[in-house]
């Protein structure tokens, strides 16, 4: 073989081997890992599952036996969004989900954590899906102090997210409510 020809053949692979070491990157520093048991989770930003072609969010299970949840996370005042009907709207892509996942927000006010809470549990993301468009809408308390939002993992899999945005909508967009829980049993059952 010419030297010229292994040299080419040389610098194509260590390109494809740099390409391969970058497919993932470093999420900014505004994104947490939270949840009942975020140390079971990584997350970053993944430049091969992406459908902007920017990069995507994903949060992916790595550790234990897949029975808890973790999210990506991003926490934000609630100043620009106090009194106000707030979407928070993504692509959502997953793989091999054996729980479920879902994008999920929350306002909170001094006196009350998860004044205003939804996590799409009743909307759920199972197995492995193509990119959708998913989205929580809610009614921000005038008196929120802060907003999470972000994506959950409940189980082992992954799941993606990208194309990101939080809006002020209208009225005429539902608001989005967990579902009422069962009533409580009004005496023992000794």
């Known amino acids: 073989m010419k030297p010229m020809y292994i040299i080419a053949a ?24 939270a949840g009942e048991s975020p ?40 100043d620009n969004y106090r009194g106000r009907r707030v979407r928070f709207q993504a692509k959502v892509k997953s793989r091999d989900v054996d ?24 909307k759920p993301i199972k197995g492995s899906v193509a990119w959708q468009t998913r989205s ?4 921000v ?6 907003m999470l939002f972000g994506v959950i993992n409940s189980g082992s899999g992954e799941v993606w997210m990208d194309e990101l945005s ?3 909508v209208g009225d005429d967009v539902a608001v989005d409510r967990m579902p009422p829980r069962a009533p409580l049993a009004q005496r023992p059952s000794l």
Not at 11 to 33: C, I, K, Q, V, Y
Not at 61 to 72: E, F, I, N, R, Y
Not at 136 to 139: E, G, S, Y
Not at 141 to 146: F, G, L, Q, T, Y
Request: net charge negative; hydrophobic share 45%; proline share 2%.
């Open 10 to 33: 040389a610098l194509a692979a260590t390109s494809l081997w740099a390409l391969a070491e970058n497919a993932t990157g470093t999420l900014p520093s505004t994104w947490m890992l």
């Open 141 to 146: 308390p005038a008196d929120a102090e802060s």
């Open 39 to 78: 140390a079971a989770y990584q997350a970053g930003i993944d430049y091969t599952e992406t459908s902007s072609g920017k990069g995507a969010k994903f949060l992916r299970h790595v550790a234990g036996d897949g029975k808890s949840w973790g999210s990506l996370t991003q926490q934000i005042g609630a």
């Open 136 to 139: 929580v809408v809610l009614d």
């Open 99 to 122: 729980g479920w996942a879902g994008l999920w927000m929350r306002a909170d006010s001094q006196s009350t954590q998860g004044a205003a809470f939804y996590n799409s549990q009743d």
């Open 166 to 168: 939080l809006e002020v």
